[in-house]
Antibody
Framework: EVQLVDSGGALVQPGGSLRLSCSASGFTFYAFSMDWVRQAPGKGLECVSRISGNGANTYYADSVRDRFTISRDNSDNTLYLQMNSLRPEDTAVYYC???????????WGQGTLVTVSS | EIILTQFPATLSLSPGERAILSCRASQSIGSYLAWYQQKPGQAPRLLIYDAFNRATGIPARFSGSGSGTDFTLTISSLEPEDFVVYYCHQRISWPRTFGQGTKVEIK
């Protein structure tokens, strides 16, 4: 059974940093790209970042480029999102998402809440 | 960035009725469109991929159509658990984008 367990969300002050983690199991982790998708309270969905299976290629939304860094540890089946220079508008539930062979999102984590506020 | 516009924002219907949800892309995306369903407090779930293919385990009352810039999600007969939010999503280019969502509510 595929499982994605998100963690690391917290209350942080503007300008602060946070690292999110996603522990994956039940599939061949290194074979699939992974995304982070976020959802601000009461709002829609935004694709934040993507990383290829081997970690060689990464992509970012303009809203987070140069502030967020996606990475993965294929030996530990874990996905990360390092978030720096956080802003109030980064407040959201962050989901780690598995990208299937058709490039759709077939499995989602339960989400972890990041709140940026003073 | 490809903009996806969903309409209506809210659809008020009764159980058993047919729901038709629309999604329009700002440029042609071929058939690279998916639909996701999101229940309160839960992560989204894939319903339809490549415009008209049902994902594994999705009931036959859900169907998708369209190509290019105009797409439709149809729920043939609404069940009580279908009164939630639906998002369209394009995968043809990065950044991947979602529509703003359509909420199907009980009339």
């Amino acid at each position: 059974e595929v499982q994605l367990v998100d963690s690391g969300g917290a209350l942080v002050q503007p300008g602060g940093s946070l690292r999110l983690s996603c522990s994956a199991s039940g599939f061949t982790f290194y074979a699939f790209s992974m995304d982070w998708v976020r959802q601000a309270p009461g709002k829609g969905l935004e694709c934040v970042s993507r990383i290829s299976g081997n970690g060689a290629n990464t992509y970012y939304a303009d809203s987070v480029r140069d502030r967020f860094t996606i990475s993965r540890d294929n030996s530990d089946n874990t996905l990360y999102l390092q978030m720096n220079s956080l802003r109030p508008e980064d407040t959201a539930v962050y989901y780690c998402v598995k990208v299937n062979s058709n490039w759709d999102y077939d499995y989602w984590g339960q989400g972890t809440l990041v709140t940026v506020s003073s | 960035e490809i903009i996806l516009t969903q309409f209506p924002a809210t659809l008020s219907l009764s159980p058993g009725e047919r729901a038709i949800l629309s999604c329009r892309a700002s440029q042609s995306i071929g058939s690279y469109l998916a639909w996701y369903q999101q229940k309160p407090g839960q992560a989204p779930r894939l319903l339809i991929y490549d415009a008209f293919n049902r994902a594994t385990g999705i009931p036959a009352r859900f169907s998708g159509s369209g190509s290019g810039t105009d797409f439709t999600l149809t729920i043939s007969s609404l069940e009580p658990e279908d009164f939630v939010v639906y998002y369209c999503h394009q995968r043809i280019s990065w950044p991947r984008t979602f529509g703003q969502g359509t909420k199907v509510e009980i009339k």
